[in-house]
């Protein structure tokens, strides 16, 4: 599901009066009041979990530097090589270590942390503008 889609998912979904967000810990989708949700749009949201988990996290300030340190080593064109939040600081895989950023891992992390994933998709969709609370456009 691409950025707009996913904006959209989330927009159709508040637009029936349910406040969605992620939780404290960026891992899990919560919204209220539970029962509002309708069959069609939680199975949407369920299938584009992770998608629409980065997106609810795109002004979490610990997202927000990242995508914008991922954004910077984006070429203009051509391939895009590995991106890591914290390159200078990176000198390969350390035990229990985000491979991004260095942060540690907590147990339901295996290579990076919940913010550098939730960054690097916003960083490759194109968000990286959604910090300053508006949708970043590409032209
Ligand atoms: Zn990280």
Redesign the pocket.
């Known amino acids: 599901m691409s950025l707009q889609e996913t904006m959209a998912l989330l927009a159709s979904i508040r637009s029936l009066g349910i406040e969605i967000r992620a939780d404290d810990a960026r891992e899990h989708i919560l919204w209220r009041p539970r029962q509002m949700l309708p069959q069609e749009l939680y199975r949407k949201l369920a299938g584009h979990r992770a998608e629409a988990l980065a997106l609810l996290c795109a002004h979490d300030p610990e997202v927000v530097w ?1 995508v914008h340190a991922l954004r910077m080593q984006i070429p203009p064109k051509g391939s895009i090589p590995p991106l890591q ?1 914290r390159p200078y600081l990176f000198q390969g895989a350390r035990y229990k270590r ?6 540690p891992l907590t147990t339901v992390q295996q290579y ?2 919940l ?3 939730h960054a690097l998709w916003l960083a490759l969709e194109g968000a990286g503008d959604l910090g300053g609370g508006k949708a970043a456009t590409n032209d």
């Open positions: 990242r939040a985000c491979g991004s950023c260095g942060d990076v942390c913010p550098c994933q």
